[in-house]
């Protein structure tokens, strides 16, 4: 969802800032549901996928991770 240290001035799509704000509003989503007493990401950390071409943003890789496939933390991470 988001390329490691790919900042923009407002929340736009494959941002860092986009990607924390889609967290986010999961948080708060998920805070209302009654029965719910945790939760754990489907993806850590960004990973190679040959399906996800999309060049200079994705090359290959899925990026929904809070964490880069360097091990860099995201702003999604805090």
């Given at each position: 969802m988001a390329r490691a240290r790919r900042p923009a001035s407002?929340?736009?799509?494959?941002?860092?800032?986009?990607?924390a704000n889609v967290y986010r509003q999961q948080l708060t989503m998920l805070?209302?549901?009654?029965?719910?007493?945790?939760?754990?990401?489907?993806?850590?950390?960004?990973?190679?996928s040959p399906l996800r071409e999309l060049p200079g943003i994705r090359d290959f890789y899925s990026r929904k991770g809070p964490i880069s496939d360097q091990g860099q933390?995201?702003?999604?991470f805090s």
């Open positions: 407002t929340p736009t799509r494959w941002s860092e800032e986009f990607q805070r209302g549901v009654k029965h719910l007493r945790g939760i754990c990401p489907g993806i850590l950390v960004d990973f190679r933390k995201k702003q999604a």
